[in-house]
């Protein structure tokens, strides 16, 4: 299939590259490398060290003998989204290319306004190019389990069958987001569910949950195709994140109680649920949304688990609660629904201590690398 | 009370600032005259003769004795919003400064993007504007009905409470909006039932019906007062523009059926909302969504209510029901609730006969001004 990865320079775009292209799929990536500035802006580098697109793209040549084509710019640029679609007619598009930060959407009034410009308008362009080009491709489009909240009632895949005063219809789940980035996001699927209703393309929406995770089937091959991983405060999530604490002696930063709930899922899983929407597309005019998760967490728990893995290594670490710098329940109801993609054969890769070894192993190897001061939480909610 | 009206050169901003300045308020606005150029671009102009800002305020302070501060700027410059607001200090902000049409976000790429980010990045502005000057202003922000879109049930006032799998919660009503324009103002809800859960601001979301009418009790008194009045393709909605098509005798362009039924009102009564919602604020963190209109009618009612109201003229009018240029359906359920308004004091001016001969007649006078051209759709949903 031919496949267009948007985003295919970031921690998810460029291991996804590799595995579709692995599996026999003619893959091309875009990437503006923003995500590069974003981090550097934010005090803090990849932990893993990550070469830029071609050279990424020559060193898959070397390894695998298959081909990535590379192309670097913005998404904001219509002229060149247009053409790239025009020129390389992708059979599935998948939409990585966005700006995925909740705290740096938080920062001020320009970094909510540019996150939610950035993303929408990319978002609108690539609809368009799609229909522009009047091309029956897939639109495969990376939302957030946040675009939800957390409400009261379970948490549908999308869409919720609703009886009211006797009458029944079925209707986009409600969202109530945690910052402007995931408003972003919710956003971007109201435009994908127009497009879909209007232009009758095919779209699935993934609302993913946190990814952890450093390897893949590729990654692991040869150095020089490792995928970026994040662990400061605005980019870095939540296991990730006390992983590298972990490993540099930081404490665990906890925020608040910790009581707060999330979906996760291994980084192995997210190239699986790519790839399992992708063989098996939407139909011509539906969108399809699945809950992109394997398991839910508490912070707390997360934070237990690695300090018990890292104790395996040798290492103590502490878990300090911080006073918690965004506006979030601490405690609340979380049970999101998340069969869809189950029902399409995922094998789900489960957390285990043994895997949390493995990672904090694998990046004692970088340890060295690690901006200490990138990690404490600096931008908050108010 | 001190208040900002945004869009203050607009069909309803400018009788929004006469009403309140008349009630004893201090009124500014703010307009860069963007929806005239809109307008122009789309081949039309108001079949109102109309002043610009400055001759409208000098106007009505010969007429009333009172004054309307008047600011020419576009809302997207944070610093002159942030500036005005700062100096101004405002009680309340009446935001009617978007760009309002669906057939406009509709014709291309370009336009939609331009619509989405226009409205997004303005009521962004506005926002952070009361956050960083830690106003306890109320915000008042027009949304639109077109938001919801037609589900299959009753359309509740912004939230509905869901009872799912043994548990309930209150929740955003879901949207399904008609355009990119009414997928602007999704978004804008969104992003100001974040800024009231997460900064603690008052907000009331005026989800708007299709407004009609030509005359309010400060635009009959002054010929140099009158509001502007739309009748082309992008910018005419349906009853207004039924009026101009009977008085220059041009078929009543009915869109496929003519079934689809919206919520309307008059716009003496958007004026009484707005100062009702204003007198009564919300709460400090508090986002209230009203239903604003006062009757449902469908499109061929009231074609049919204008080509009777036209015959005691001695006008015959025609009805044509052409190929909808729109994506929509043209038979379905709606049975909106909007009683929080009645609720505050509204008092409905309803649409009669009488009323639409009245405002034929005060039509008529203008007729010769009409640009026929600009009447028949162009602009399609595909």
């Avoid at 707390?300 to 300090?320: F, M, N, S, T, Y």
């Avoid at 904090?360 to 340890?367: E, G």
Wanted: include cysteine; charge should be negative; glycine fraction near 6%.
């Amino acid at each position: 299939m031919r496949v267009l990865v948007l985003g295919g320079d970031g921690y998810l775009g460029w291991p996804t590259a590799m595995s579709l292209s692995e599996h026999g799929h003619d893959v091309a990536v875009v990437d503006n490398y923003l995500r590069r500035q974003m981090v550097s802006e934010a005090g803090g580098d990849s932990l893993t060290p990550i070469l830029n697109l071609s050279q990424r793209a020559k060193a898959w040549h070397e390894v695998s003998g298959k081909t990535v084509d590379v192309h670097t710019f913005d998404l904001r640029d219509f002229d060149l989204v247009n053409r790239l679609v025009r020129e390389f007619r992708p059979e599935a598009l998948i939409h990585y290319g966005q700006i995925p930060s909740a705290p740096y959407s938080m920062t001020d009034r320009r970094h909510a306004v540019f996150t939610q410009l950035n993303n929408i308008e990319n978002n609108l362009n690539v609809i368009f190019a799609l229909v522009e080009n009047d091309l029956d491709c897939h639109l495969i489009k990376l939302g957030t389990m946040g675009e939800y909240g957390c409400p009261n009632i379970d948490i549908e895949e999308g869409f919720i069958e609703i009886e009211h005063r006797g009458r029944k219809d079925t209707l986009p789940f409600p969202k109530m987001p945690h910052s402007w980035y995931h408003a972003s996001k919710v956003a971007d699927s109201t435009n994908i569910h127009f497009a879909t209703r209007v232009y009758g393309i095919r779209a699935t929406d993934l609302n993913q949950g946190v990814v952890y995770g450093v390897h893949t089937d590729q990654t692991v091959l040869d150095d020089r195709l490792l995928t970026r991983f994040d662990y400061d405060e605005q980019f870095g999530t939540a296991l990730n994140r006390f992983c590298v604490q972990a490993v540099v002696g930081h404490p665990l930063t906890v925020y608040g109680t910790g009581g707060q709930t999330r979906g996760f899922l291994n980084i192995r899983d997210t190239l699986a649920c790519v790839e399992l929407a992708m063989l098996n597309p939407a139909d011509r005019g539906e969108l399809r949304v699945y809950n992109q998760f394997t398991e839910s967490f508490s912070i707390r728990d997360l934070a237990v688990e690695v300090q018990q893995a890292a104790k395996e290594l040798g290492l103590e670490v502490e878990i300090h609660e911080i006073d918690n710098p965004r506006t979030e329940a601490q405690e609340h109801y979380y049970n999101p629904t998340h069969t869809k993609l189950l029902d399409l054969g995922l094998e789900p890769t489960l957390l285990s201590e043994d895997l949390v070894t493995a990672t904090l192993s694998t990046l004692l190897q970088y340890k060295d690398r690690a901006i200490v001061d990138a990690i404490a939480p600096r931008t908050t909610w108010r």
